[in-house]
């Protein structure tokens, strides 16, 4: 199961190489698949909410004795 927390740890690998490249260009194409990594993780976490069955809070009456 692909989980919102693993494309985030893929962002944050992706914007690690982003501080150490050499050339901006380099650095741009790093920061830029971070926020592509950081998109997916929303798109999921947005799809599992949706799946998620809503849980309907109910309360017991009480039993009088």
Same mark, same amino acid.
């Given at each position: 199961?692909?989980?919102? /927390? %693993?494309?985030? #740890?893929? !962002? &944050? ?21 971070? /926020? %592509?990594?950081? #998109?997916? !993780? &929303? ?23």
């Amino acid at each position: 199961m692909i989980t919102p /927390e %693993r494309f985030l #740890r893929f !962002a &944050a690998e992706c914007e690690v190489m982003a501080k150490f490249t050499d050339t901006p260009e380099n650095r741009m194409a790093w920061r830029q698949i971070a /926020e %592509r990594w950081q #998109r997916c !993780a &929303a798109i999921i976490d947005k799809q599992d909410r949706r799946e998620r069955p809503a849980r309907k809070t109910t309360r017991h009456a009480r039993a009088e004795t």
